[in-house]
């Protein structure tokens, strides 16, 4: 057994040896396997930070691009934020000078095949305190709807009421209904005597100082409507004295 072994040990040097390879030898192709590696490991290292480097460079380009863009989507929402807002001031209506009172608010019934019918009527006074005054009456299911329909009706049958130094140039009379109502001019300090709707009435009218008295109904509608009809009937100097064939001088001495 020993015999074989140091055959085989022998064979294997002169193999080794027949080869042209030694042990230093051997051992220098293992570093030098090692540092091939070595080498290649670091190539692709390289190269994926070559790679790395070169998608940084991509997004930033590309965010680079993507600014501009968005600036002007910020820009141009700014834009529409500025149209809109120009819009609304457009749109936006100026402030009317009429006032509105509401004289009265009722429940009223229907009688209908099966029942009664619920509804609401308002009576509203509108006035823009320059001359300018009108009675409305509305009916509706629900008191705002009411309310609504009496502002609209009041505007649109509003006069002109002919002042004469903060009064009235005459005496006049209204009547409505079973109601009627007598205006008297006043001197300058006496104010608005009257009272319900036709206080309302001769305030929003612009009118500041008169005498009144209500006769017959107390229905603030039917006196509404009544001072409007002596409002009515009140003639200016101008139209009197042009019928006389005079001057509002001479007519008024």
């Not at 042990?23 to 570093?31: A, S, W």
């Not at 070169?54 to 820009?75: D, N, W």
């Not at 109904?217 to 005079?246: C, D, H, Q, Y």
């Amino acid at each position: 057994m020993r015999k074989d072994a140091a055959v085989f040990a022998w064979a294997k040097i002169v193999l080794e040896v027949g080869s042209g390879k030694t042990r230093q030898e051997t051992k220098k192709g293992k570093n030098i396997v090692l540092e091939e590696e070595k080498n290649e490991n670091v190539e692709v290292t390289s190269e994926e930070t070559v790679v790395e480097s070169a998608e940084v460079v991509e997004e930033t380009a590309e965010a680079q691009e993507e600014a501009p863009k968005k600036k002007v989507l910020r820009a141009s929402r700014a834009g529409r934020g500025e149209r809109k807002s120009r819009k609304e001031q457009k749109t936006e209506k100026p402030a009317s000078d009429w006032t509105e009172r509401v004289v009265q608010i009722r429940r009223v019934t229907k009688v209908v095949k099966g029942g009664k019918k619920l509804s609401f009527r308002a009576v509203v006074i509108a006035g823009d305190g320059k001359g300018h005054v009108g009675v409305g009456c509305g009916k509706s299911s629900e008191v705002v709807g009411a309310i609504q329909k009496a502002v609209v009706d009041a505007r649109k049958n509003s006069i002109e009421v002919p002042v004469f130094k903060t009064t009235i140039p005459h005496i006049s009379t209204g009547r409505s209904g079973a109601g009627s109502v007598v205006l008297k001019p006043a001197s300058q300090g006496t104010g608005v005597i009257a009272g319900g709707a036709v206080r309302s009435v001769l305030e929003l009218a612009g009118i500041e100082n008169i005498l009144s008295k209500s006769l017959g109904s107390k229905s603030p509608l039917n006196a509404a409507r009544a001072t409007m009809e002596a409002l009515k009937a009140i003639k200016p100097f101008k139209v009197a004295a042009a019928k006389r064939g005079l001057t509002v001088k001479e007519m008024l001495n």
